[in-house]
C-alpha cells in the first residue's frame, strides 16, 4: 500500500525512528511497497502492504546477497512497534538491513 510522506513518517515514529531520513520508496507487489530509512549509521526497510495473509513474512530475515564470491544476510533483524496503540504501523514490518 502506497504511503504519503506524513503517513510514512507518523510509522516510522510507531517504531521510535520519527528522525529517521527517507532514501527511497518502490512498488515490489500488488498493493505491496517497501520504503528505504536511514538512521544514524543504520539503514531500514519498512515493508507495507494491505494484505498479510498469503506472505511468509518469517523468510524476511534469511533474505541473502551475493558479493565478492560470498553470501551475506541483507535483513538483520525485525524491529518491534513501540507504540502498537498507532493505526498507522499496522499491515507494516521494519527491518534493519544492510546493502
Known amino acids: 500500500m502506497y504511503l504519503s510522506k506524513t503517513e ?3 510509522v516510522m515514529s510507531a ?3 520519527e528522525d529517521s531520513t527517507e532514501i527511497n520508496y ?3 507487489g500488488p498493493d505491496t511497497w517497501i520504503y528505504l530509512f536511514g538512521h544514524d549509521d543504520k ?3 519498512l515493508i507495507v502492504t494491505d494484505y498479510t495473509g498469503d506472505y511468509e513474512f518469517d523468510v524476511f ?3 541473502l546477497k551475493f558479493e565478492s564470491d560470498r553470501l551475506g544476510f541483507v535483513l538483520q533483524r525485525e524491529i ?3 507504540d502498537s496503540s498507532s ?3 499496522w499491515g507494516t514490518l521494519l527491518f ?3 546493502d
Open 87 to 89: 493505526e498507522k504501523a
Open 61 to 63: 530475515p534469511h533474505l
Open 15 to 17: 517504531y521510535g525512528y
Open 26 to 28: 518502490y512498488e515490489v
Open 8 to 10: 510514512r513518517k507518523e
Open 80 to 82: 518491534p512497534i513501540e
Open 96 to 98: 534493519e538491513y544492510t
Open 43 to 45: 539503514k531500514f526497510i
